[in-house]
C-alpha cells in the first residue's frame, strides 16, 4: 500500500495539468467531507483517508504545506 501511495504521489506533484489551487482545494473537499462523515459518528471510509495523504504529500513535494 505503501508504495502505492508513493507511485501516485509522484505521478500527481510532477502533473503540470494540476495546479497548486487545484491540490488545496481537493484536500480542503477530503477534509470537509471527512468531518463531516466524523461528525455524524458513521465509519470513515479508508479510501478516503488515503485520499487526504496523497493530496498532502503531493502538495508538500511541490513545496506547499
Request: hydrophobic content about 40%; aromatic content about 10%; glycine content about 2%.
Amino acid at each position: 500500500m505503501k508504495t502505492d501511495i508513493k507511485i501516485e504521489v509522484e505521478r500527481l506533484a510532477a502533473d503540470p495539468r494540476i495546479t497548486d489551487y487545484d491540490f488545496w482545494r481537493s484536500l480542503k473537499n477530503v477534509n470537509n467531507e471527512i468531518f463531516h462523515i466524523a461528525n455524524n459518528n458513521e465509519p470513515i471510509p479508508f479510501d478516503m483517508i488515503r485520499w487526504r495523504a496523497i493530496l498532502k504529500q503531493a502538495r508538500m513535494k511541490r513545496g506547499h504545506a
